[in-house]
Structures are given as structure tokens and as C-alpha cells.
């Protein structure tokens, strides 16, 4: 009985201490998830470019003396301006066609920019700019990095999913001809 006793604790040992092992090695593999490109992300460059030629803004919520600034009396349309002017930094490409684009790193956070191109597909016109790089496979572009942050299938178990218009894309991003009014997104799944 006691042998029974023994076995059945030793038994639940082994599996916390699995159990602990396994969690310390997924937050162990999450230091290397933004992987930078050699020259910087996209929105770094255009950062760098708006602070040499002074067109930086004050950081959202506080005054010029850099004081918090928290209005509880902030509305709706206030914050859909917000929303609206953060894209003004990251207007990037040269065109007549323009859309918005929108990555969604692994922690949900968002970057918007507004694209600019003659190019005839979405693929085409995010390469031109430097936002997205990946290998060419059987069934076209598979992209690896988007804004300097790498999703490796093959390392992470994650990838990057292409949207338009908020749902998941029926082509891959090579093969999206620009539609004037759609919106395109790669977000960390």
C-alpha cells in the first residue's frame, strides 16, 4: 500500500516538474521572435528620415514640456483622429495607387502605413518598399518577414497570414491585383 502511495506521488512530481520545464522553455523561445533586417525595419527608416528633416511629432498624450497629458473628456472622433495621424509617419512607395496595409505583430500591436505604387499586385508594391521578404515556393511568395519581424514556420511555429479587407486572402500577397478601396494586412499567427 505504502509502495502504491509512493509511485503515485513521485508520479505527480515528474509531471509538475514537466509541466514547469515545458513553460520555461516557450517563454525561453520568445526572445528571439523580432528578428531585425540588416537596414532596419521599414518604419524605422521612415522614422530616421522624419527626424533629419524635422517632421516629428510630439509622442500622443503629452504636452510640449512632456507632461502627461489624460483628458477623460477625449472622444470617439478625437481618438479616430489619433488612429488617422498615426499613419501620416509611415506613408511610404511613390505612386498613383495608394492603400493602407496594416501588420499585426505576435502581441496584437498594429502598424498602419499608407503604400504608394504603380505596381500591379500587393506582393510587388510591399517588396518595392522593403516591407515584406521571403522565398519563392511552388505555390508563389512565402513570406517570411514583414516590417523587419521574422515568423519562421519552420523555427517558430508561427507565420505570416495575409488579409484584405479583414479576411483571410484567398491568394497569396503576389497574386493580389490592388483594388482601389481594399484594405491589406499581415498579422503573426
Excluded at 509512493?6 to 515528474?14: D, H, I, N, T, V
Excluded at 522624419?50 to 504636452?63: F, I, R, S, V
Excluded at 518577414?145 to 497569396?172: H, L
Aim: proline content about 2%; overall charge negative; aromatic content about 8%.
Amino acid at each position: 500500500m505504502r509502495k502504491k502511495c509512493m509511485r503515485k506521488q513521485w508520479s505527480f512530481f515528474l509531471c509538475i516538474v514537466l509541466i514547469v520545464a515545458m513553460a520555461l522553455s516557450a517563454v525561453g523561445c520568445n526572445g528571439g521572435k523580432e528578428n531585425q533586417s540588416k537596414g532596419g525595419s521599414a518604419a524605422e527608416q521612415q522614422t530616421e528620415s522624419d527626424a533629419e528633416n524635422g517632421n516629428l511629432d510630439e509622442p500622443k498624450g503629452e504636452d510640449s514640456d512632456g507632461a502627461k497629458n489624460e483628458n477623460p473628456n477625449e472622444t470617439d472622433s478625437e481618438a479616430a483622429d489619433d488612429d488617422q495621424a498615426d499613419t501620416e509617419g509611415n506613408v511610404l512607395g511613390e505612386g498613383e495607387t495608394q492603400f493602407p496595409f496594416t501588420v499585426v505583430n505576435q502581441e496584437g500591436e498594429e502598424t498602419l502605413f499608407e503604400i504608394h505604387t504603380d505596381k500591379e499586385t500587393v506582393g510587388e508594391a510591399l517588396q518595392d518598399v522593403g516591407l515584406i521578404e521571403g522565398e519563392e515556393g511552388e505555390y508563389g511568395l512565402f513570406v517570411k518577414t514583414v516590417n523587419g519581424i521574422t515568423a519562421d514556420y519552420d523555427k517558430d511555429g508561427v507565420y505570416w497570414a495575409f488579409y484584405v479587407n479583414g479576411e483571410y486572402a484567398a491568394e497569396g500577397v503576389d497574386s493580389t491585383k490592388i483594388t482601389e478601396g481594399d484594405a491589406y494586412a499581415f498579422k503573426v499567427e
